[in-house]
């Protein structure tokens, strides 16, 4: 099935409470978004998923949560404050300014001419702050604009402390910044946005081998959690497109609604961050093997993924419309893992006497999973929101169940229902909402 125009998402996205327009009440901030109650769990169970995948399942990788305001010799040593930057031209016609490597039409919105630009000039992507009270050049700091150089600064802290070997890995999820020229695309392209960043150290000859693991290794991560193989490719950046530190970059890319874009870039990003960081710091940050009797400074993997970008792939994969008796049924197909709301306890009807049983199923069922319980309209409409906000299993609770004490479950994919008694109901559940 075709991949759903961004719109449709984006009307979604809003009604049901996922992605919210930032400050909408003052009109909106360009490129911001809020995340409501629903997307906000979405984003968090994509965060765990990766986390779980790539720290707790796994015995070479440990984990880090550094600051996002860091001595400005970091940015020094890294090249972000040299070579962070985009090639920037402005419309002397309209005023409008464009990234150079992303000019599409010479249309210019003012009477139909046409754009006419300047020679382009370097743009630095960092955002600029200044710590403390006095603003001057001394107090001057930046938002980091990626997660990965507090991971390579804290390298000698976190081998030491977890007692790692390479090859090993330390991850990290946290917010970086970025004053993109042309940012859009909903949550695609965004100046404040969220990374899982992963830098993987190893000795000098194993960086190929793990280059071809780890791109293998997430490209299927994607595909497990239930995003469909035929939008989804792996591009290998070609010798002009690779960064200054970079022996090998692939690209894990989604079919957007405009076309392929990038979910998670793979780098050899060598021993560049490791060596540069030791020389402008003055600390050793190679690392000695006692088994070969060597010393080395470790090549880097990196795989580098946008949460973001991630939460909106797999909104507009698992979006989809059928018929079901003459009427559209909207439903999120997501993997349970992913489902913002796991199961929802639905009264049969607003009742006084129904309602201590309704929620005494309820609070059963929460023991184990995130519940949404909903007593308001006809149960076709509730089961009709639930179908569009991805929830796996709706529990529905009728009069008999106060007598024979069982309940239906109701299938979000098939719509089948079973009756499942209450003594049974979290064995079915969790035979049904695998790895959840």
Request: glycine residues 6%.
């Amino acid at each position: 099935m075709p991949s759903p125009d961004l719109d449709r998402i984006v009307n979604l996205a809003k009604r049901r409470g996922f992605v919210f327009p930032s400050s909408e009440i003052y009109g909106g901030f360009r490129s911001t978004w809020d995340y409501g109650p629903l997307g906000v769990e979405l984003k968090r169970n994509v965060k765990n998923a990766w986390w779980k995948a790539m720290v707790h399942d796994r015995d070479d990788v440990v984990g880090l949560d550094s600051a996002i305001l860091m001595a400005p010799r970091v940015w020094e040593a890294s090249g972000h404050l040299a070579t962070f930057t985009d090639p920037l031209v402005d419309c002397t016609v309209c005023q409008r300014r464009f990234r150079q490597d992303q000019l599409e039409t010479r249309d210019c919105p003012r009477d139909g001419l046409v754009c006419a630009f300047t020679d382009a000039r370097p743009f630095n992507l960092m955002f600029k702050t200044f710590v403390g009270p006095v603003e001057d050049e001394a107090a001057v700091a930046y938002l980091r604009p990626e997660t990965a150089q507090g991971i390579f600064v804290n390298f000698a802290n976190v081998q030491t402390t977890s007692r790692k070997k390479p090859p090993f890995g330390i991850a990290q999820i946290g917010k970086s910044f970025r004053n993109e020229i042309t940012p859009g695309n909903f949550i695609f392209r965004t100046r404040e946005f969220e990374q899982m960043e992963m830098e993987f150290f190893v000795p000098p000859d194993q960086g190929s081998t793990w280059f071809e693991y780890w791109c293998a290794t997430r490209f299927a991560w994607y595909q497990d959690l239930g995003i469909a193989a035929e939008r989804l490719r792996l591009r290998q950046h070609e010798t002009d497109e690779l960064s200054h530190y970079s022996t090998g970059t692939a690209d894990v890319e989604y079919e957007y609604p405009w076309g392929w874009g990038e979910l998670e870039g793979i780098a050899n990003r060598t021993s560049y961050d490791l060596t540069q960081h030791a020389t402008f710091s003055g600390q050793d940050l190679s690392y000695f093997d006692q088994e070969t009797n060597s010393r080395y400074v470790p090549h880097v993997i990196e795989p580098a993924a946008g949460a973001d970008r991630a939460t909106l792939a797999f909104l507009l994969d698992a979006y989809e419309e059928e018929e079901v008796k003459g009427e559209t049924r909207s439903v999120l197909r997501l993997d349970p893992r992913l489902a913002p709301v796991k199961v929802a306890v639905l009264p049969l009807s607003k009742n006084e006497r129904l309602s201590p049983t309704a929620k005494e199923v309820r609070d059963l069922v929460r023991s184990r999973y995130f519940v949404d319980y909903d007593e308001a309209g006809s149960i076709g409409r509730r089961y009709r929101r639930q179908d569009e906000v991805g929830t796996p299993a709706c529990v529905t609770v009728d009069f008999e169940t106060i007598d024979d004490r069982a309940v239906t479950v109701r299938d979000r994919d098939t719509m089948l229902q079973d009756r499942v008694s209450l003594d049974r109901l979290l064995g079915y559940l969790a035979d049904r909402l695998p790895g959840v």
